[in-house]
């Protein structure tokens, strides 16, 4: 008898534990336990084995289910002290009419289907306007019927770049890719992009003429056109498009492969349309600047040529003068990373100069030919200039800039990456910079310069002393592998508040761990604490 007890005790101890209703018998300790365990409609049900007690999710717990049969089964039955069974209940009074069923409501579409669809396109044009059109119109369009509307105005669409999504592999599956885009175009040009503004085309091989034609004809406010890596840029092409677009005023063909002939033709027919041109620097280039010199494109206003992936040595012969006569109202002239060697001026008259020049970038990883003599025959009628690059100019000299026209500079970059070591530089000169710009100068690259620290010193001072009083605008300054002492950094940072960018590295005359890169005014504030508790004596 015994055993048996005992594997009836263990059967119900693997079960599923069941509440009896309140009113059958009064609760125990147990159960107040069980019940703060694997409370009732908590998702959880408890399961008592030999040695474990355990806590079991579930869709529906089992003790609620035994719960609710055990509590129905307690209402059959009779209470205590009432009538028999057999005894007659009261007859109950007959139903009256049944209300009549509330209006069904249906779900709530939220708020995004309540907005108005002028502001919702307000809100996607700032959007826009911040992150360009993709992915977000493309992730917008799926949330309900009303963002699919916004999202679809072809008014915010007007910046979009193409590329096959097979770029880069092999030629014939590239060219599937292409035409399995350009299928998609057919549709997307007239129905999304019919006020396209910029259009950028990336990896293209095959399908730039069909692309450039669904674009003349579905595109007449374009002002912006930039080919990368593309192939198979016709004459015909471009004319098409100059001629269906009116407003075409810009054209980027850096690092693509298209014939002298094909730009030649194009800039004939923009004529004083164009603004704006970007090239790579090849052996077609010299058409390219012939059709510039030959005004043209007298409007022209920003023209930027520089090298390939593959660096080309040959060097560039720019005749300045003429450059000044054919585009007069260039504001923006760069020559990156070239091999840059002006004509000889000889009796050659001089230019009338670039009066509307705001950036000239000469910047280079090597050293170039470029002088001081070559430098003003280039700005001498510049005195608008804002932005100075002359990055890796090794020959061009402090006494040189100062003798420039331009008041107003307020970027000048002079760092020598890689090369100081193989340069005889000068020593002194720098205060001539500093003191002539010092209340216009947001940024200043002095980086690998070989002036002196007291020749530093002399031109960081400026900064303390700007006319009027007013706090310098200085907030960049490129110190890398400069001779700058301890004390000059210290009272540059404290007249200078609005500090943003400090570069300290390979400065042989600083503390040893303060030779680094500060951004933002918590670091360059850091920095300064530092120098002025720390020692003077250098690492």
Not at 73 to 93: D, E
Not at 234 to 261: F, G, K, W, Y
Not at 397 to 424: F, K, N, V
Request: charged share 20%.
């Amino acid at each position: 008898m015994a055993p048996r007890v005992a594997r009836r005790a263990r059967g119900a101890r693997g079960r599923v534990r069941v509440t009896p209703p309140a009113g059958a018998r009064a609760r125990s300790a147990e159960d107040w336990w069980w019940d703060r365990l694997a409370p009732s409609g908590s998702g959880y049900h408890l399961l008592q084995s030999d040695s474990m007690l355990l806590v079991l999710p579930g869709p529906e717990p089992a003790r609620a289910r035994a719960h609710r049969r055990a509590t129905r089964r307690a209402q059959r039955l009779p209470f205590p002290g009432s009538r028999a069974g057999g005894a007659k209940a009261k007859p109950r009074p007959a139903p009256g009419p049944a209300p009549a069923p509330a209006p069904q409501q249906g779900p709530d579409p939220g708020w995004g289907d309540r907005i108005p669809l002028e502001i919702l396109l307000q809100i996607f044009g700032l959007l826009v306007a911040a992150d360009g059109p993709m992915p977000f119109l493309g992730r917008a369009a799926r949330v309900c019927r009303r963002w699919h509307e916004a999202a679809s105005q072809p008014a915010l669409w007007n910046t979009v770049t193409l590329s096959p999504p097979l770029a880069g592999r092999l030629t014939k599956t590239g060219a599937k890719a292409e035409k399995k885009l350009l299928a998609s175009l057919e549709w997307l040009m007239p129905n999304r992009f019919s006020q396209l503004q910029r259009l950028t085309l990336i990896h293209w091989k095959s399908q730039v003429h069909p692309v450039l034609k669904l674009a003349s004809e579905s595109c007449p406010r374009l002002t912006f056109l930039k080919l990368s890596d593309c192939h198979g840029v016709t004459p015909n092409t471009l004319i098409m498009l100059a001629r269906a677009c009116p407003q075409l005023h810009s054209l980027d063909i850096q690092h693509s492969m298209v014939e002298s002939t094909a730009v030649v033709s194009f800039l004939e027919e923009m004529g004083p349309r164009m603004r704006k041109l970007w090239l790579t620097y090849s052996s077609q280039t010299t058409a390219i600047l012939g059709a510039l010199l030959g005004s043209c494109c007298p409007q022209l206003q920003l023209l930027e040529v520089s090298t390939g992936i593959n660096r080309n040595n040959t060097p560039l012969q720019l005749p300045v003068e003429a450059l000044q006569r054919g585009c007069p109202q260039l504001q923006v002239l760069r020559l990156l990373n070239l091999v840059w060697l002006p004509k000889p001026s000889g009796r050659v008259t001089p230019g009338p100069g670039f009066p509307s020049l705001e950036e000239l970038c000469l910047a280079g990883s090597t050293c170039n030919f470029v002088s001081n003599e070559a430098l003003g025959r280039l700005l001498h009628g510049s005195p608008n200039l804002r932005l100075l690059d002359l990055r890796g100019c090794a020959r061009i000299t402090p006494a040189g800039l100062h003798d420039l026209p331009c008041q107003e500079l307020e970027q000048l970059h002079l760092g020598l990456y890689g090369m100081s070591d193989r340069l005889t530089l000068a020593k002194e000169g720098s205060s001539l910079l500093t003191h002539k710009w010092c209340h216009t100068l947001r940024e200043l690259d002095l980086s690998g310069q070989g002036f002196s620290e007291k020749d530093l010193e002399q031109a960081l001072a400026a900064f303390s002393g700007t006319p009027g009083g007013s706090q310098p605008a200085l907030c960049s300054l490129n110190l890398r592998g400069t001779r700058v002492t301890p004390s000059t950094i210290s009272t540059v940072i404290s007249s200078c508040p609005g500090l943003l960018y400090l570069n300290l590295e390979s400065c042989r005359c600083l503390p040893r761990g303060l030779k680094r890169a500060y951004r933002g005014p918590e670091e360059v504030q850091w920095c300064l604490e530092q120098l002025l508790t720390s020692s003077p004596s250098p690492s």
